[in-house]
């Protein structure tokens, strides 16, 4: 099981959840960032696809995601190092060897050709994706026509590691839209109301502790643009 707790402080240690004045991709001024491009090392990139890899068997086990899952799909950019990140995690600790593939930003006129690299899809596969952060769920929503392009599959769940928990394009929550419009659970190893309740200066330690003004801001964040 997912130690939440440990995978937030693997978050600051690792300078991927910072704290500040941020432009979100949809345009919201935010006091917190998650940026997963900021793993560079190949020991983050270990841990983190064992963060993954947890959430997806945890949540095989509560019978969310199929237990004949077959492939890993990571978005371009940030969602290719961890598709390939998980992966590996999966064979290694859990003993399901998947299949992995991600697309190119530009369809390949040459060679194999083409807009996907790895693992050539088939009908019926179920696939997992694989990204960093839901905001407003334009990721997967670009990435549903590539893969339906590319055969008859199946989309089983989004994996993130954070959560923001914000509203999308209506009155629900970017994880609410993609459910309600497209029948995919997304399952996040954490997610910000986990992040604040651990950081706040009512719980976790002195180290993980953000400062009060800090934190007033996140709330008011919250408070504006967030499903709790």
């Known amino acids: ?10 978050l600051i240690d690792s300078g991927v959840l910072t704290f500040g004045d941020f432009i979100t991709k949809s345009g ?13 090392k190949g020991s983050q990139l270990a841990q983190l696809g064992k963060f993954y890899a947890t959430c997806i068997a945890d949540n095989i086990v509560k019978g969310i ?3 004949d899952i077959g492939v890993l799909f990571g978005p371009a950019y940030k969602g290719i190092p961890l598709s390939v990140a998980t992966a590996i995690s999966l064979a290694n ?9 991600f697309n190119r930003k530009e369809q390949k006129d ?3 050709g083409g807009s996907i690299v790895g693992y050539k899809l088939q009908d019926d596969d179920r696939i997992l994706i694989i990204e960093d952060v839901i905001t407003a769920g334009t990721a997967v929503r670009e990435s549903l026509p590539i893969l339906k392009k590319a055969a008859d599959v199946h989309i089983c769940g989004l994996i993130i590691a954070v959560d923001r928990m914000e509203r999308g394009q209506e009155d629900r929550s970017a994880v ?4 309600e419009d497209y029948g995919i659970p997304v399952l996040p190893i954490v ?3 986990d992040i604040l309740d651990m950081m706040s200066s009512k719980g976790g330690t002195r180290e993980s502790k953000i400062p009060t003004d800090t934190e007033i801001r996140m709330r008011e964040y919250m408070d504006k643009y967030c499903i709790i």
Do not use: W
């Open 65 to 67: 995601i199929p237990e």
């Open 176 to 179: 609410q839209e993609i459910y």
């Open 1 to 10: 099981m997912v130690n939440k707790a440990d995978f937030i402080e693997f």
């Open 28 to 40: 919201r001024k935010s006091p917190y960032f998650v940026n997963t491009g900021n793993f560079t």
């Open 191 to 193: 997610t910000i109301r």
């Open 110 to 112: 040459h060679g194999e």
């Open 93 to 101: 600790d859990y003993g399901r060897n998947l299949n992995y593939c």
